[in-house]
């Protein structure tokens, strides 16, 4: 187990800012993706938050990832768009991409954006609350590099391609934040910093045996599908409509570039408060947790919880405590 340390949410926000300014971003820009970074870790998703930032800086400095580079509106087909990333910022791409469907909900009830040529996007949920935050449901996906086997092979053919679902609530929203495979690529790099193991098999060893061992599922590259072979042909039909959407490059495309990039991305909107209106809304959606949450726990599980729930915990608790941060890591990034 690797030391750790609470800092603050503005102290993490600002050294993370002072880092993106030596590698070409603009202030304003610089600051809103230190925001997501940060968001991202307070939220307990580290993964796709602090852990992945040295990877992100080196990125930009190599030149795989753009920052003078803004996205372009290429097709318009009502309350359907599509964008061109120009392989930017996958943040924001992404968070200009899911505004824009937002726009294009008020007027149509719903609003879809395709976007292509674009970068990784961190945490998927942090598009899902932008359209919650407006009152929307949001619904976002992205394909991948290729990430997994299908199932009944050993070969990677297809991404673990993530994906939103975010309903807006008072009282925090309902938010599915989940990749294709058991556990994401980021989820099994923490567990491996921190010498955990799995709660359950994520994946084959080099041997072809289901292991609990992060380790061991790296070192193959083979991430079990959930659901087996249903999270195979979900993760399959999410890069087509992706591809097809944004009329962009599939993950077999994506797959052939020595990095990850260059992927195609879905934001919808559904702007159901106006629909619905604000009280229906609410209504509807605590009748249905509260159903939930009555469930009878099963003897050794941990008491029933809707998505994004847990999220919310931990963004209470470390905005108020500090957010635990690898010290390890941390001296990375003071040095960077």
Same mark, same amino acid.
């Given at each position: 187990?690797?030391? &750790? %340390?609470?800092? !603050? #949410?503005?102290?993490?926000?600002?050294?993370? =800012?002072?880092?993106?300014?030596?590698?070409? #971003?603009?202030?304003?820009?610089? $600051?809103? /993706? +230190? %925001?997501?970074? =940060?968001?991202?870790? /307070?939220?307990?998703? +580290?993964?796709?938050?602090?852990?992945?930032?040295?990877? @992100?800086?080196?990125?930009?400095? =190599?030149?795989?990832?753009?920052?003078?580079?803004?996205?372009?509106?290429?097709?318009?087909?009502?309350?359907?768009?599509?964008?061109?990333? %120009?392989?930017?910022?996958?943040?924001?791409?992404?968070?200009?991409?899911?505004?824009?469907?937002?726009?294009?909900?008020?007027?149509?009830?719903?609003? /879809?954006?395709?976007?292509?040529?674009?970068?990784?996007?961190?945490?998927?949920?942090?598009?899902?609350?932008?359209? +919650?935050?407006?009152?929307?449901?949001?619904?976002?996906?992205?394909?991948?590099?290729?990430? &997994?086997?299908?199932?009944?092979?050993?070969?990677?053919?297809?991404?673990?391609?993530? &994906?939103?679902? /975010?309903?807006?609530?008072?009282?925090?929203?309902?938010?599915?934040?989940?990749?294709?495979?058991? #556990?994401?690529?980021?989820?099994?790099?923490?567990?491996?910093?921190?010498?955990?193991?799995?709660? *359950?098999?994520?994946?084959?060893?080099?041997?072809?045996?289901?292991?609990?061992? !992060?380790?061991?599922?790296? $070192?193959?590259?083979?991430?079990?599908?959930?659901?087996?072979?249903?999270?195979?042909?979900?993760?399959?039909?999410?890069?087509?409509?992706?591809?097809?959407?944004?009329?962009?490059?599939?993950?077999?495309?994506?797959?052939?570039?020595?990095?990850?990039?260059?992927?195609?991305?879905? @934001?919808? +909107?559904?702007?159901?408060?106006?629909?619905?209106?604000?009280?229906?809304?609410?209504? %509807?959606?605590?009748?249905?947790?509260?159903?939930?949450?009555?469930?009878?726990?099963?003897?050794? @599980?941990? $008491?029933?919880?809707?998505?994004?729930?847990?999220? *919310?915990?931990?963004?209470?608790?470390?905005?108020?405590?500090?957010? !635990?941060?690898?010290?390890?890591?941390?001296?990375?990034?003071?040095?960077?």
């Amino acid at each position: 187990m690797r030391d &750790m %340390k609470r800092i !603050p #949410f503005d102290e993490i926000c600002q050294e993370l =800012t002072r880092v993106l300014l030596t590698v070409g #971003f603009e202030d304003s820009t610089a $600051k809103r /993706c +230190a %925001k997501v970074f =940060t968001e991202n870790t /307070c939220d307990g998703v +580290a993964s796709h938050g602090l852990n992945r930032f040295p990877a @992100f800086v080196t990125d930009i400095r =190599t030149g795989l990832v753009r920052t003078r580079v803004e996205p372009e509106l290429v097709n318009s087909f009502g309350a359907l768009e599509q964008w061109e990333g %120009k392989r930017g910022v996958g943040i924001l791409n992404a968070e200009k991409a899911m505004k824009r469907a937002i726009e294009l909900s008020r007027g149509h009830g719903i609003g /879809c954006v395709g976007l292509r040529n674009t970068n990784h996007w961190m945490r998927a949920g942090t598009y899902g609350l932008l359209a +919650a935050e407006a009152g929307c449901i949001g619904i976002c996906w992205t394909n991948t590099i290729a990430l &997994m086997p299908p199932w009944g092979s050993a070969e990677r053919k297809i991404g673990n391609n993530p &994906m939103a679902v /975010c309903i807006p609530r008072s009282e925090g929203p309902v938010l599915l934040d989940m990749a294709m495979s058991q #556990f994401s690529m980021g989820k099994l790099e923490v567990l491996s910093r921190r010498g955990e193991g799995l709660p *359950l098999a994520g994946g084959y060893d080099e041997n072809g045996e289901l292991t609990t061992n !992060p380790n061991a599922i790296l $070192k193959s590259g083979r991430a079990l599908p959930i659901g087996y072979w249903k999270g195979s042909g979900l993760a399959l039909v999410l890069d087509l409509i992706a591809t097809f959407i944004a009329a962009g490059d599939s993950t077999r495309e994506i797959s052939q570039r020595d990095k990850e990039t260059g992927v195609s991305q879905v @934001f919808m +909107a559904i702007d159901i408060v106006s629909q619905m209106g604000t009280t229906n809304v609410e209504e %509807k959606v605590n009748a249905v947790i509260q159903d939930l949450l009555d469930a009878p726990t099963l003897k050794g @599980f941990p $008491k029933v919880r809707y998505p994004g729930q847990g999220m *919310l915990t931990s963004r209470r608790e470390n905005l108020e405590k500090g957010i !635990p941060v690898d010290l390890q890591l941390w001296r990375m990034i003071q040095q960077m």
